[in-house]
């Protein structure tokens, strides 16, 4: 590496190094190792980060401290609080919204959930990357992902562009040669599309961990629809078999799993699969905890008008038999038919139907949403969510007392008024109250009751509330409870109170607070002998009723 060295090893790095080894890193340094970062620096090892600090390892840290401290330049501080806290400081912080995702992060992790992704997504690659980015986080969370990519509106773009028209018979696509090609081309296209758009997802996340996303026709097979009213439907069939098994080995993996509209059947035929029926289907077999669709379109309430943000599979069966959708054809349709149809209700509800069928066949949930970012997250992760909700009815066998159901609530009563719960009240007075009273009944048994009093200024108590003695400890006082809260919302009831001398911490649980006796409404008359503590709760929306079923108990 030199010339004429004169070290018993030949190496030189410098010229006239005195040094044995023959390495230099810089000049003159009487250092035993020759190492030098600085210059004139006297500390035993050669290193130096400032300039003449005195400390004996060499580091400063901050040039203004030097010679603050004896031993070292570090000092320690008692933050003050109150000035992190500035006065007119917003109340919601990033601590409250993640302490306020947390049990629904939790609840979902490792539960499955299907999302369906309608054409229109496609040719619009901004959006389409959004949604994967949404998809990406779920992921990470620890949720396990089936993605359907729908490619309806795509082929009839294609058909549209060479002058022709889809057949439809009662709702259901005929699906020729033609139509076919179309639809293999298309779901070939979404399935790059979603790949690209995932990767690029993941990538910007710089994550370690590997994802994989896996697509074919191992997933499902098909079947063909065949020939109904003397019409032949040719290449379009329904799912036949969903591989479950394959389906959350491939979850457990740690992978995404994809499914489009083309599938096979054992002879190897190939046939077309409505996308959306698809996804519901699924949803059922693998036992899915949700299945989400997007879709631009909403439901309003006429009366308040506002959009509806949770909705009873009762009610929205109801909907969908005034659009002449019977409830057979849930999964098999794809055009409402009924007399209110538009093009934009017909869509939606469509979807509202996969969404019934799949509440129908065991799924928890189902969710109609906006293709918007963060849509999803939103939906998941917040009680007000962003689109609409659709569960099952949990309050099946919850009605309006009746005459002949007063020696039973006076059973159930009866205990709780010996042991000084609740106020005796006579049959003349159950009587007289009885039109503010609901129960639960099962095979014509009364297993719960509770009254639902409306007082002026909005307000409303909540009184009796019992649970036969046999039938406690299952979840019952809180579907109760929770109906009420709906009865009161649809009355435009602002708040509810309660009057308690033993089960304060039950209610206080489920949301209501301490307060004084002088809220309640003036017409309501309180017992100072009695000496009841006052609880009360603010009402939100029907959606913040429906976040509070999710945690209950009897559904883990």
């Given at each position: 590496?030199?010339?004429?060295?004169?070290?018993?090893?030949?190496?030189?790095?410098?010229?006239?190094?005195?040094?044995?080894?023959?390495?230099?890193?810089?000049?003159?340094?009487?250092?035993?190792?020759?190492?030098?970062?600085?210059?004139?620096?006297?500390?035993?090892?050669?290193?130096?980060?400032?300039?003449?600090?005195?400390?004996?390892?060499?580091?400063?840290?901050?040039?203004?401290?030097?010679?603050?401290?004896?031993?070292?330049?570090?000092?320690?501080?008692?933050?003050?609080?109150?000035?992190?806290?500035?006065?007119?400081?917003?109340?919601?912080?990033?601590?409250?919204?993640?302490?306020?995702?947390?049990?629904?992060?939790?609840?979902?992790?490792?539960?499955?959930?299907?999302?369906?992704?309608?054409?229109?997504?496609?040719?619009?690659?901004?959006?389409?990357?959004?949604?994967?980015?949404?998809?990406?986080?779920?992921?990470?969370?620890?949720?396990?992902?089936?993605?359907?990519?729908?490619?309806?509106?795509?082929?009839?773009?294609?058909?549209?562009?060479?002058?022709?028209?889809?057949?439809?018979?009662?709702?259901?696509?005929?699906?020729?040669?033609?139509?076919?090609?179309?639809?293999?081309?298309?779901?070939?296209?979404?399935?790059?599309?979603?790949?690209?758009?995932?990767?690029?997802?993941?990538?910007?996340m710089f994550t370690q961990r590997s994802t994989t996303l896996v697509s074919g026709n191992s997933f499902y097979s098909a079947k063909p629809l065949g020939v109904r009213d003397g019409v032949d439907l040719q290449s379009t069939g329904e799912v036949r078999r969903v591989e479950t098994e394959n389906?959350?080995?491939?979850?457990?993996?740690?992978?995404?799993?994809?499914?489009?509209?083309?599938?096979?059947?054992?002879?190897?035929?190939?046939?077309?699969?409505?996308?959306?029926?698809?996804?519901?289907?699924?949803?059922?077999?693998?036992?899915?905890?949700?299945?989400?669709?997007?879709?631009?379109?909403?439901?309003?309430?006429?009366?308040?008008?506002?959009?509806?943000?949770?909705?009873?599979?009762?009610?929205?069966?109801?909907?969908?038999?005034?659009?002449?959708?019977?409830?057979?054809?849930?999964?098999?349709?794809?055009?409402?038919?009924?007399?209110?149809?538009?093009?934009?209700?017909?869509?939606?509800?469509?979807?509202?139907?996969?969404?019934?069928?799949?509440?129908?066949?065991?799924?928890?949930?189902?969710?109609?949403?906006?293709?918007?970012?963060?849509?999803?997250l939103e939906e998941l992760f917040t009680r007000d969510g962003s689109g609409v909700l659709i569960s099952r009815d949990v309050y099946e066998g919850i009605r309006a007392a009746r005459d002949s159901d007063i020696a039973a609530i006076q059973e159930i009563l009866k205990p709780l008024e010996v042991?000084?719960?609740?106020?005796?009240?006579?049959?003349?007075?159950?009587?007289?109250?009885?039109?503010?009273?609901?129960?639960?009944?099962?095979?014509?048994?009364?297993?719960?009751?509770?009254?639902?009093?409306?007082?002026?200024?909005?307000?409303?108590?909540?009184?009796?509330?019992a649970v036969h003695p046999s039938f406690r400890c299952e979840g019952r006082g809180e579907v109760l409870l929770a109906y009420l809260e709906r009865v009161a919302l649809s009355m435009g009831t602002r708040s509810l109170f309660v009057l308690s001398t033993r089960t304060m911490l039950w209610f206080?649980?489920?949301?209501?607070?301490?307060?004084?006796?002088?809220?309640?409404?003036?017409?309501?008359?309180?017992?100072?002998?009695?000496?009841?503590?006052?609880?009360?709760?603010?009402?939100?929306?029907?959606?913040?009723?429906?976040?509070?079923?999710?945690?209950?108990?009897?559904?883990?």
């Amino acid at each position: 590496l030199g010339t004429d060295v004169g070290s018993p090893d030949g190496f030189e790095l410098g010229t006239d190094v005195g040094s044995p080894d023959g390495f230099e890193l810089g000049t003159d340094v009487g250092s035993p190792d020759g190492f030098e970062l600085g210059t004139d620096v006297g500390s035993p090892d050669g290193f130096e980060l400032g300039t003449d600090v005195g400390s004996p390892d060499g580091f400063e840290l901050d040039p203004k401290f030097a010679g603050s401290l004896e031993e070292n330049s570090f000092e320690i501080q008692r933050k003050n609080v109150d000035r992190e806290l500035p006065s007119g400081a917003p109340e919601s912080t990033f601590s409250d919204l993640f302490r306020h995702c947390a049990p629904y992060i939790a609840m979902h992790r490792n539960s499955a959930v299907v999302i369906h992704f309608p054409s229109r997504v496609f040719s619009e690659p901004t959006a389409l990357r959004t949604l994967m980015d949404d998809v990406a986080i779920l992921h990470l969370l620890g949720l396990k992902l089936i993605l359907v990519a729908g490619i309806r509106e795509k082929v009839l773009d294609r058909l549209s562009a060479e002058g022709l028209q889809l057949r439809l018979h009662k709702g259901m696509q005929v699906t020729d040669r033609k139509v076919l090609q179309f639809v293999k081309e298309e779901s070939g296209v979404a399935r790059f599309e979603i790949e690209s758009a995932l990767a690029k997802a993941f990538g910007g996340m710089f994550t370690q961990r590997s994802t994989t996303l896996v697509s074919g026709n191992s997933f499902y097979s098909a079947k063909p629809l065949g020939v109904r009213d003397g019409v032949d439907l040719q290449s379009t069939g329904e799912v036949r078999r969903v591989e479950t098994e394959n389906i959350r080995k491939r979850l457990d993996a740690g992978d995404i799993v994809l499914l489009t509209s083309v599938a096979h059947c054992a002879s190897g035929e190939i046939f077309y699969v409505p996308s959306e029926g698809l996804a519901a289907q699924c949803a059922i077999d693998i036992k899915a905890s949700k299945v989400v669709f997007y879709t631009e379109d909403r439901l309003v309430d006429r009366a308040l008008q506002k959009s509806v943000q949770s909705l009873q599979i009762s009610h929205a069966k109801q909907l969908l038999n005034d659009f002449g959708i019977r409830e057979g054809d849930y999964i098999r349709s794809e055009d409402a038919q009924g007399p209110q149809s538009t093009v934009a209700s017909s869509s939606f509800v469509n979807l509202l139907a996969k969404c019934v069928a799949a509440v129908n066949g065991g799924v928890t949930r189902a969710h109609l949403i906006p293709p918007l970012a963060g849509s999803l997250l939103e939906e998941l992760f917040t009680r007000d969510g962003s689109g609409v909700l659709i569960s099952r009815d949990v309050y099946e066998g919850i009605r309006a007392a009746r005459d002949s159901d007063i020696a039973a609530i006076q059973e159930i009563l009866k205990p709780l008024e010996v042991e000084g719960v609740l106020v005796p009240r006579s049959r003349e007075v159950l009587e007289k109250e009885l039109k503010h009273c609901h129960v639960l009944a099962r095979d014509g048994s009364v297993l719960a009751c509770a009254m639902l009093i409306p007082y002026e200024d909005s307000q409303a108590e909540i009184a009796c509330l019992a649970v036969h003695p046999s039938f406690r400890c299952e979840g019952r006082g809180e579907v109760l409870l929770a109906y009420l809260e709906r009865v009161a919302l649809s009355m435009g009831t602002r708040s509810l109170f309660v009057l308690s001398t033993r089960t304060m911490l039950w209610f206080e649980e489920r949301g209501f607070v301490p307060a004084d006796p002088s809220s309640l409404p003036p017409s309501r008359e309180y017992n100072e002998r009695r000496a009841s503590k006052v609880y009360t709760k603010r009402l939100g929306t029907e959606r913040d009723v429906s976040a509070e079923e999710l945690l209950w108990n009897v559904f883990r």
